[in-house]
């Protein structure tokens, strides 16, 4: 669980089109609403071409800088399976790996999900992710649906809080 006093450091990895931005959005959204001081940074590299993308985002009681640094984030969540390796030296000693892969039976490529008896798919597989990762912070779920509101358009909501209820259930 969250120290109001201490900075979280999340980072959320994964491909162009994968929603790692719009993920960030939705967290810092939530901890913004929920607070507390929020940064959020992002590097898109190669995205528009399926390349890497990662976005940073940090709250807490002050926060100065967006950006995590190496080795000391609290959650690395990680929408595609292939980038757990790139990613895991963000990790803190004490950090956590959230990967899509490992909660939907180790699915080894998103795309997968689509075909899977969960309401999981490689759409909206970021919010499933938020989903579990509100399993370990301590904002409400009404700041976590009213930050899903805000950032997917209006036809997308209820499937998207379903989807984040059911990542609950993964954590």
């Known amino acids: 669980m969250m120290d109001a ?3 979280t450091n999340v980072v959320i990895a994964g491909l162009g089109g994968q929603g790692v931005i719009r993920a960030a959005n939705i967290l810092a959204e939530t901890a913004f609403k929920s607070g507390y001081d929020v940064k959020q940074g992002e590097i898109h590299g190669m995205s528009q ?14 926060v100065y800088s967006p950006m995590v640094p190496v080795g000391e984030a609290d959650y690395v969540l990680v929408l595609e399976p292939s980038q757990e390796d790139n ?38 597989c970021n919010v499933a992710l ?8 301590s904002f409400d779920d ?6 899903i509101r805000v950032n997917l358009p209006e036809k997308a909501h ?14």
């Not at 080894?108 to 909206?124: E, I, Q």
């Not at 499937?159 to 059911?166: L, M, S």
């Open 5 to 7: 006093n201490k900075v």
């Open 49 to 62: 071409r399926g390349g890497s993308v990662t976005s940073d985002v940090r709250f807490g009681k002050k």
């Open 87 to 124: 990613n895991r030296f963000y990790l803190a000693d004490h950090g956590l790996l959230l990967s899509i892969g490992r909660f939907l039976n180790d699915a080894a490529d998103v795309s997968a999900l689509d075909h899977d008896d969960t309401p999981v798919t490689a759409r909206n």
């Open 130 to 137: 938020l989903g579990v990762l509100s399993g370990h912070l």
């Open 142 to 147: 009404g700041q976590w649906e009213a930050a």
């Open 158 to 171: 209820d499937e998207n809080i379903r989807v984040f209820h059911y990542g609950k259930t993964l954590a």
